[in-house]
């Protein structure tokens, strides 16, 4: 017995590339649609691009419209000082000399409540 409900996702393999050491930097998905008169449409490729930095730090990733989905930047610790998205706009963060957060603030220059202020 053969399923054909998925026959749309036949022949359209998704690939990982991987860097040296271990880093997914590029994913590519594929696929395709059944199109009214029975017939395929062609296979569209939909790619993903990661940077890292050399301590393994995400730095950005690029979406499959080709749009900056959201960068980072890092402190000597590895803590995200700054991260920047399309969706969540940016937050910028000040930690003390423990690692521990002590002040957010937004694109707006806004600080989010947390419990601790309260």
């Known amino acids: 017995m053969v ?3 998925y026959k749309h996702h036949w022949n359209t393999p998704s690939n990982v590339v991987i860097d040296a050491l271990g880093r ?13 008169d029975g017939t395929w449409s062609p296979i569209v490729e939909y790619t ?11 730095l950005s990733v690029t979406d499959p419209l080709a749009r900056v989905a959201c960068t980072h930047v890092y402190d000597l610790a590895k803590q995200a000082l700054r991260t920047e998205s399309i969706d969540g706009g940016m937050r910028l963060n000040v930690m003390d000399g423990f690692g521990n957060v002590v002040e957010q603030r937004d694109a707006k220059g806004l600080s989010p409540c947390t419990p601790m202020m309260v």
């Open 24 to 36: 997914s930097v590029k994913s590519v998905q594929r696929n395709r649609d059944l199109r009214a």
């Open 48 to 58: 993903t691009v990661s940077m890292y930095d050399i301590a393994g730090n995400l």
């Open 3 to 5: 399923s054909t409900a």
